[in-house]
């Protein structure tokens, strides 16, 4: 059974950084686009960046020029580098994939942003 493990959030100030982990587990053959989704409180799910297999990367606007998505295919581990966080940064961040040519989705992790 395939699963997406994220890790590395928690609390810090505005200004701070964080980095969270998505690492994919189980019997894998393939990994395809990795990306990073948020959900703040009361606000729809938004995609917040994504890489392809090639390693193109691509970011909503909100994040652009603070967060950094990587992935290390030899670990199954896909990364997001979030510097300067602001509190509106402040949600659940959801890894998803495609792993085996399916859609899985992780569990999600925390990340608050004080002022």
């Known amino acids: 059974q395939v699963q997406l493990v994220e890790s590395g959030g928690g609390l810090v100030q505005a200004g701070g950084s964080l980095r969270l982990s998505c690492a994919a587990s189980g019997s894998i053959f393939s990994i395809g686009a990795m990306r990073w989704y948020r959900q703040a409180p009361g606000k729809q799910r938004e995609l917040a960046a994504e890489?392809?297999?090639?390693?193109?990367?691509n970011y909503a606007n909100s994040v652009k020029g603070r967060f950094t998505i990587s992935r290390d295919n030899a670990k199954k581990t896909v990364y997001l580098q979030m510097n300067s966080l602001k509190p509106e940064d402040t949600a659940v961040y959801f890894c998803?994939?495609?792993?085996?040519?399916?859609?899985?989705w992780g569990q999600g992790t925390q990340v608050t942003v004080s002022s």
């Open positions: 890489i392809t297999t090639s390693g193109s990367t």
């Open positions: 998803n994939g495609l792993v085996n040519l399916a859609t899985y």
